[in-house]
């Protein structure tokens, strides 16, 4: 199984403003995935990052709100840009097992609070 | 489309009772499943899988599953909850060839004394 962390584990922000979510793996990964987890709600894909690639967003997700990078095979960002209260959320990175086991190890995500 | 129904949003149980949290999948093939559990203040961690096989598989902490595909179901069970499996629960199936999850809405689990 893969160690994730992620950086940093809380903010409080204020609106209008960008924060960058660090998330690094402790093993080369060719997908990592972010998540984003609303209060009280289950776990929506936001996009999926592969290395040497733009990422893939899933409907309702646009790059201009949530641009991601991907320099290498270990590490990825989530830029959260402009934010709004409605982006109070949890963001959670994750990268899937190996051997076709399809299983997801996630970060211990990044609770956003935004004023 | 593939989805997967949590049909209980809050589920409470007595410690040492037994547990079942439903899950219903829709997916046109085999479908590859799992249970993640999210406990306050800790991360997602995967609970138990099924891909193929036998129908009935074990997973960590006691718990175990059911895949009965003449009902499309993959129900959590556990026979004596412990107050630390208060949690919330998530059922998930992959899609796309493996490259993306799709997560039920969750069942919060309370255990009472």
């Known amino acids: 199984s893969a160690v994730i962390s992620q950086k940093p584990s809380r903010d409080i922000c204020q609106r209008g403003t960008s924060l960058t979510i660090q998330c690094q793996v402790d093993?080369?990964?060719?997908?990592m995935f972010w998540y984003r987890q609303q209060p009280g709600q289950s776990l929506t894909l936001i996009a999926t990052a592969n290395q040497g690639s733009e990422a893939t967003y899933e409907s309702g997700f646009v790059i201009d709100k949530f641009p991601i990078s991907r320099p290498n095979l270990t590490f990825s960002t989530l830029t959260v840009s402009n934010m709004s209260p409605e982006d109070s959320s949890i963001y959670l990175c994750s990268v899937s097992g190996t051997g076709g086991t399809y299983e997801q190890y996630f970060g211990p995500g990044t609770r956003l609070t935004v004023t | 489309a593939q989805s997967v129904t949590q049909p209980d949003i809050h589920i409470t149980v007595s410690e040492g009772a037994s547990l079942e949290l439903r899950c219903n999948y829709s997916y046109g093939a085999t479908p590859y499943l799992f249970w993640y559990v999210q406990s306050p203040g800790q991360g997602l961690q995967l609970l138990l899988k099924y891909f193929s096989g036998d129908t009935l598989v074990q997973g960590i902490k006691g718990f175990e599953a059911e895949f009965k595909r003449s009902q499309s179901s993959f129900n959590l069970r556990k026979p004596s909850v412990h107050w630390s499996d208060a949690a919330e629960y998530f059922c998930a199936v992959v899609r796309d060839g493996g490259f993306k999850t799709i997560f039920g809405a969750g069942t919060r689990l309370f255990v009472k004394a």
């Open positions: 093993s080369q990964v060719t997908m």
